[in-house]
């Protein structure tokens, strides 16, 4: 990410209190140009962009994650924290813009007084500063500039107020690495000057105050040797140094040196009691009318990727179906066409078809988090979430999965705690999805009998809709059953600010829809397009000369029959996939999948559906002979196509037993298992992004699927 | 024994009590952070509809905490 060899470039970054607005800020001075990547080895998102000066000096902006001091309680904060105790860090900054929110001047200067005794030169922000004048708050910041010896330069990040004037004063501040030296904020305690000098002197650490922070955080620090931590545990113990106490000391001393400071430099009038703020929280807070506001709104984020997306979807997979067709009728049939629409279009039409999910969930988020919604959500269902390991934001992630799981467990990037948006992310997948409606259709209406009961209720919609209630009390299950299993790494805090409503700024909003955009795209994208091909060629080729002579039996067969082109067609495409790998695998699995009540043509669905579900009834309209239905069965509703598979579902007998195929026991067994079974590619590939590493995915993959084939062998077991 | 100290589960909606201390470093450090101190006014406005968290105002500043949390702020009787 920064540069090898030679001159490493300049790295400015953006740091300040959650809330503070940085992120506004960092936005006004970088546009679409951002890159958004992890801090090595983490989660933790960092996002960069290469910045040209006014004078042409190039330089590399770096937005750090929002934190209120260097004692850190979140992952977030552990980063900012990590990275400023060790200037060989490729994030290491060589000048920090501290912004601030004026309109609570006092309570962000404690992260500020801190950076003020690493010695990196460093230039106060006060954003916000039309929202202060509108409040009647008066900020003379040349007093501050003096008070702390650092330029101080009110802007606006919303407004877009200064910032000029904020890259002019950063130009120079570059120039001024000694001013940054000589001055410091806080005076140690006599104990704790002696363990700073004991780390400055055996780990060779310059400046007395990232000593000071390596003797606290040396245990979890990742850039220290074994031998580095011990020698710290050393001088901490014979020291006799608390820690946690000590920290605690430090930030009040500094309070109490930086509040009369600031007071003096800010006229505020008093506060009114009132605010709008208070008056909207009366009711999006309130006990009845809070969460009732919060489930509308769901329904309408809901019903945005449900059905709104569903045009722009179709748009995309129509045209890829154009080009597709295109394509063959301009290649010649031959392996590498096919590899080109079935293959290559097919994953790329299957990356692309998600976007507009994502926008749209991300478009709504978006303005959610931006207009300060999100934290009341946290709010009003932090101890739901926590009971099962997760976290208020988590029923955002939950309730987008019912559309999708790809866009909802991207969502869960908002989760501050790692092990609740981990729990999220692996929980996200049993919400019944979009992709599972077809799938659960042609089941339901093989399995369940259409009567009504009472007259009123429909047998097969309440199977139906018992089918999500399964995947949700699962998701719960299995968010509970990590909670005891990953125990707590961290501590977990709620204490979270609810800011202020602001009307959402525009630019943040579409900024961010189209990073998450580009982010799954490149990201997952891929990964699907990977998995794509080879399911391809899995269906596409077989052992030895197979395929060839199941084509020419099959040609011969319709021959005899007396069977029309597409019927032909149709009888080649089912043998074919019968002879190919996919097919000799599910005869291989066909012991393994049988005791669920499974043939190998439900085999080779299974695994060709991994594609994602709804793949499954596609499979199987080929193997069952009716090829062209294909496009109509992955519809959502009910009509013609499924009704016609379902008919050739009944007439499906076992190869060996002639004992039908379809009984109830299968009909629901297979149901269960398309609820709880990990059937989706793209959502292992957006874990995979989200989590930093296979090992969630895989394991995601595995812990799923072993659910899934026990309830559905129970089921089967129960049914037969 | 007679407590010397409330804490915010104590207080009623809308009454307000100035922090005294925290007994517990951990929270401390975090509620110190936030700008939560020894001397902040500290306003209760509501519980959470399911429990178990209060909306409160510190210094004017609105802030959702835990019920471990909010007893962990001391405050003046």
Same mark, same amino acid.
């Given at each position: 990410? @920064? ?12 740091? $300040? ?21 992890? !801090? ?32 850190? #309680? ?28 004026? #309109? ?43 008070? !702390? ?9 919303? +407004? ?75 001088? #901490? ?39 709008? +703020? ?31 997306? &569903? *045009? ?45 999910? /994502? ?7 978006? /303005? ?36 999708? =799981? ?28 979009? =992709? ?8 339901? $209406? ?103 002579? &199941?084509?020419?039996? =099959? ?56 594609? =994602? ?25 009910? @009509? ?16 060996? @037993?002639?004992?039908?195929? *379809? ?11 398309? &609820? ?14 989200? #989590? ?29 | ?16 009590? %100035? ?26 406005? %509501? ?31």
């Amino acid at each position: 990410m @920064n540069g090898e060899g030679g001159m490493s470039p300049l790295k400015i970054a953006l740091i $300040g209190n959650p809330n503070s607005g940085k992120s506004t800020v960092f936005n006004q001075l970088t546009g679409l140009r951002q890159r958004t990547g992890n !801090f090595p080895g983490i989660t933790v998102e960092v996002k960069e962009t290469d910045y040209r000066f006014p004078s042409g000096k190039e330089a590399i902006l770096i937005d750090f994650p929002g934190t209120y001091s260097l004692y850190p #309680t979140s992952s977030d904060e552990k980063v900012v924290a990590a990275v400023l105790a060790n200037p060989a860090d490729p994030f290491f900054p060589d000048a920090l813009v501290y912004i601030a929110d004026v #309109t609570h001047l006092e309570k962000h200067l404690l992260l500020f007084t801190q950076l003020l005794d690493l010695h990196i030169p460093i230039l106060l922000a006060l954003n916000m500063s039309d929202s202060a004048a509108e409040l009647g708050i008066k900020v003379n910041a040349s007093k501050l500039a003096d008070t !702390f010896g650092v330029p101080v330069i009110p802007i606006s990040g919303r +407004t877009g107020q200064n910032i000029m004037r904020l890259t002019v004063e950063l130009e120079k501040l570059l120039d001024k690495k000694d001013a940054a030296a000589s001055r410091s904020f806080y005076n140690p305690t006599e104990s704790e000057k002696q363990v700073i000098q004991a780390v400055q002197q055996n780990l060779g650490v310059e400046n007395p105050y990232r000593a000071l922070q390596i003797a606290h955080h040396a245990e979890w620090l990742p850039f220290l040797h074994p031998a580095e931590k011990e020698t710290v545990a050393a001088i #901490t113990s014979t020291k006799n140094f608390h820690s946690l106490r000590a920290q605690v000391d430090e930030t009040l001393e500094r309070y109490d040196r930086f509040t009369p400071l600031s007071q003096a430099a800010v006229a505020q009038p008093p506060a009114f009691p009132n605010t709008p +703020t208070d008056r909207i929280d009366a009711v999006l807070t309130h006990r009845f009318w809070g969460p009732l506001v919060f489930f509308a709104i769901m329904l309408l984020v809901f019903q945005a990727i449900f059905e709104w997306s &569903a *045009y722009p979807m179709d748009w995309i997979e129509g045209g890829f179906a154009h080009l597709s067709e295109l394509v063959s009728d301009k290649l010649p049939a031959a392996w590498y066409t096919e590899l080109i629409t079935d293959g290559i279009l097919a994953g790329l039409g299957g990356i692309l078809v998600f976007v507009p999910q /994502i926008a749209l969930l991300f478009l709504l988020i978006g /303005i959610l988090e931006e207009v300060g919604y999100m934290s009341r959500v946290v709010f009003m269902f932090d101890k739901t979430m926590r009971r099962f390991g997760m976290n208020g934001r988590s029923m955002v992630a939950l309730i987008s999965g019912s559309a999708c =799981a790809v866009p909802a467990i991207m969502s869960s990037r908002t989760i501050g705690n790692w092990q609740e948006r981990l729990i999220t992310v692996m929980v996200t997948p049993f919400i019944s999805c979009s =992709a599972r409606i077809p799938v659960y259709l042609v089941l339901i $209406g093989l399995a369940v009998p259409a009567v009504k009961l009472g007259g009123i209720l429909s047998l097969q919609s309440l199977v139906f809709g018992a089918m999500y209630v399964l995947g949700l009390l699962t998701a719960f299950l299995a968010g509970w059953a990590m909670k005891k299993w990953l125990r707590r790494r961290e501590p977990s805090f709620l204490a979270i600010e609810l800011p202020v409503y602001r009307m959402p700024l525009w630019k943040n909003v579409l900024l961010n829809v189209w990073e998450k955009v580009l982010a799954f795209i490149s990201g997952a994208g891929k990964i699907i397009l990977i998995v794509s091909i080879a399911l391809w060629a899995l269906s596409r080729f077989g052992p030895g000369d197979a395929i060839r002579h &199941a084509d020419q039996a =099959a040609q011969e067969e319709a021959r005899q029959m007396g069977l029309d082109t597409t019927a032909t067609d149709d009888l080649v495409q089912q043998r074919r996939l019968e002879a190919s790998w996919a097919g000799q695998a599910g005869k291989w699995m066909e012991p393994a999948i049988r005791p669920l009540g499974y043939d190998w043509k439900i085999g080779i669905a299974l695994l060709t559906s991994f594609a =994602a579900r709804e793949v499954f009834t596609g499979t199987l309209a080929v193997l069952y002979n009716m090829g062209d239905a294909e496009a109509d069965i992955n519809d959502r509703s009910e @009509n013609e196509a499924k009704a016609t598979l379902r008919e050739r579902m009944k007439g499906e007998k076992f190869s060996d @037993n002639g004992q039908p195929v *379809y009984t109830l026991a299968t009909a629901l067994s297979l149901l269960v298992f398309y &609820a709880l079974a990990m059937q989706c590619m793209s959502t292992l590939a957006v874990v995979r992004r989200e #989590t930093g590493s296979w090992k969630w995915a895989f394991l995601q993959f595995v812990l799923m699927s072993a659910l899934a084939y026990i309830a559905a062998w129970l089921v089967y077991v129960a049914f037969s | 024994m007679q407590r010397r100290y409330r804490t915010i589960p104590d207080l009623k909606i809308n009454e307000s009590a %100035r922090a005294i201390a925290f007994d517990d470093s951990a929270l401390a450090c975090k509620l110190t952070s936030m700008g939560v101190l020894p001397g902040s006014r500290v306003e209760m406005i %509501r519980k959470s509809p399911f429990g178990n968290a209060y909306y409160v105002k510190a210094d004017g500043v609105r802030l959702a905490l835990r019920e471990e949390e909010a007893a962990s702020i001391l405050l003046e009787i």
